[in-house]
């Protein structure tokens, strides 16, 4: 029978996609939740990967309340300072070269927006009948009707056809499919570095290489979706530095803006001189209290020594996870990178392990159908990954 949970908020006002009970979490302070009954919890799946700073941060919460004391929104017929400053600051990263910036408020926003810029340039330098996207099989792109088409699993997108048509899927990390499938009618390829939702595969470097040539030579534009792996996550800033992609746009989201919704689509200059007034807009994306926070999150994740302590946490997660291997008949194939990593689960559901997990005081996340994921927050301390890797090991026993 189930123990009842005096912090589970029961017949919930929300629609029946989220369940019908879900864990009320009141307050969080490092890598540390708490929900409502006072229970404390380690958390190894950071929003779904967006809290890459973790909870209770005094600075973030101090730029938030004095952007919202200074000007809370204006709209993009106008521009504030706190914008300005991100988007140059994003654009003076390197090693890839941008012209501009588009903030929007998701990742599925902007994933929609950047295959909407490729179509614009193909229709542009080739005209009609460019129009051809490709995606790659379990892939997760977003679940707004455009990006839902490049989200090929039957669960997301067969209630919602039909979809955009001229839509193909690629197999991931194949390269011979890739003259097949990507020829000059196509506008736009999307693709993950790891892919997040989708059992944590890692895009092999021969394929990167592939990809780029395959994508320069019929003039598609290649679209890193980097919602979950950018911005250090995989123990480089780019996911796509790790395995040598050179994508033409990247879209960002989930940490930029330390829990606020903000993303971001990259576009080269090629692609920006052909875009028209109006063409594409939002009215919330780049506001002035996201783009301030975002702008304090981007610092952070620059500052020297931050990128090399998640590599270093990264290992440390990778060989607690070999220790358990070794103990777990289990746990299969350890999955993923950095602190995007995760093992298959043979011993039942991934569902009913993370029940578990959760009653024992740790938050983790699945992905694909058999892969436990832990997406922590990257300011973790190997003390703490080692603790939470251990809580692991013993709901499994
Ligand atoms: C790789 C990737 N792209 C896009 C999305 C969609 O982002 P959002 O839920 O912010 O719309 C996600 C969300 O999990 C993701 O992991």
Known sequence: MKTHNPAMATDLPF??????????????????????????Y?????????????????????????????????????TTEPALKLARLMLARGPFKFGSVFFGNSGTEANEAALKYARLYALRTKGPGHDRLVCFDNAFHGRTLGSLSCTPSAKYQEPFQPLLPGVSVAPY????????????????????????????????????????ERCRKVGAILIADEVQTGLCRTGTFYGSEGVGLEPDIITLAKPLAGGLPLSAVLIPEKVNCLVHAGEHGTTFGGGPVTTAVAARVWEVLSQPGFLENVRGLGEHLRAELEGMKG?????????????????????????????????QGLLALRSGTNVVRLAPPLVISKVEITRGVHIIEDAMS
């Open 42 to 78: 380690l958390d190894f799946a950071g929003g779904i990967a967006v809290n890459a700073l973790g909870y209770g941060r005094a600075d973030l919460a101090r730029v938030a309340a004095q952007q919202m004391r200074k000007i809370n929104h204006i709209s993009n017929l106008f």
């Open 15 to 40: 629609p029946r996609q989220y369940g019908t009970e879900l864990l009320v979490i009141s307050r969080g302070k490092g890598v540390w939740l708490q929900d409502v009954a006072g229970k404390k």
């Open 173 to 212: 990390n194949d390269m011979a499919a890739l003259e097949k499938l990507i020829d000059d009618k196509v506008a736009g390829v999307i693709v993950e570095v790891v892919q997040g939702e989708g059992g944590l595969r890692l895009m092999t470097p021969e394929f990167a290489r592939a990809l780029n």
């Open 327 to 359: 103990r777990h008949a289990n746990v299969g194939a350890l999955r993923g990178k950095g602190l995007l990593q995760g093992f298959e689960y043979t011993g039942g559901e991934v569902k009913d392990l993370l029940d578990r997990l959760q009653a």
